[in-house]
């Protein structure tokens, strides 16, 4: 399959005309109306600092019911006895700076760009891009960050400074997500420790079909 060249149009390529990697087009912008639409295609930018911009959409797609999420006994005897402050929406760009700093295995430096991360402070203040901020002692000390359209919520990144941190973080955004109905949490790519917290593989076309479904919802737009 082609890759396909973005121009300053607002459109993308059908996400099933995806290479068999998942990358389906390269160039274009990161501005708020371009992602928002890239989103509810089921498209998504990933890149190095030394590339152009490269937009995906995997086949299949990893993705979380909240309902069915997995939290370990350790966990839940964390969250009882949890010395964590538990906010959304409250440092946005710190979150987003943390997430970049994390070393990951198999890559050198981060794919969370000094271009990505100027344009998801933009979608947060657009209300579209949101965080889960895990505090100790007034520290942060874990947290994570997506983007939320419909009953579905897109999960960027996540850190932790402390053991469990981003899992406690993930737990209160799964309970906040139940609360809401939201269908499912999109974690784009298969890892082992996605795995370990529910998410499952979903062919690319029904997870399309399940994201059409999400966004018939309005939007929780605005400070969660």
């Known amino acids: 399959m ?3 060249s973005l121009d300053n149009r607002m459109l993308f390529p059908d996400p099933s005309l995806a290479e068999y990697q998942g990358l ?4 274009g912008d990161l501005s708020p109306e371009r992602l928002v639409l890239a989103y509810s295609m089921g498209i ?6 030394e590339d152009p911009i490269l937009w995906w959409s995997p086949d299949p797609r990893s993705i979380v019911y909240p309902e069915s999420a997995k939290f370990s006994k350790s966990l839940r005897q964390t969250l009882r006895n949890s010395p964590f402050e538990i906010k959304f929406d409250t440092d946005f760009k710190r979150v987003v700076e943390e997430c970049a700093a994390v070393p990951r295995e198999d890559q050198d430096g981060t794919w ?4 990505m991360k100027k344009a998801y402070l933009r979608l947060h203040e657009e209300g579209f891009a949101h965080s889960v901020e895990v505090y100790q002692n007034g520290k942060l000390t874990g947290g994570l960050y997506g983007v939320s359209l419909g009953k579905a919520f897109f999960g960027e990144s996540m850190f ?3 053991s469990n941190a981003s899992k406690i973080a993930f737990f209160h955004l799964v309970e906040r997500l139940k609360k809401w109905d939201f269908h499912f949490i999109d974690a784009q790519v298969e890892t082992d420790h996605l795995q370990s917290l529910g998410a499952v593989p979903v062919p690319r ?3 399309l079909k399940k994201l059409q479904d999400a966004l018939k919802f309005p939007t929780h737009r605005g400070k969660w």
């Open 205 to 207: 076309k029904e997870f």
């Open 24 to 27: 389906l087009a390269v160039g």
């Open 112 to 115: 969370i760009t000094t271009k």
């Open 160 to 162: 932790h400074h402390v």
């Open 44 to 49: 998504f930018p990933w890149f190095s600092e």
């Open 2 to 4: 082609p890759v396909y």
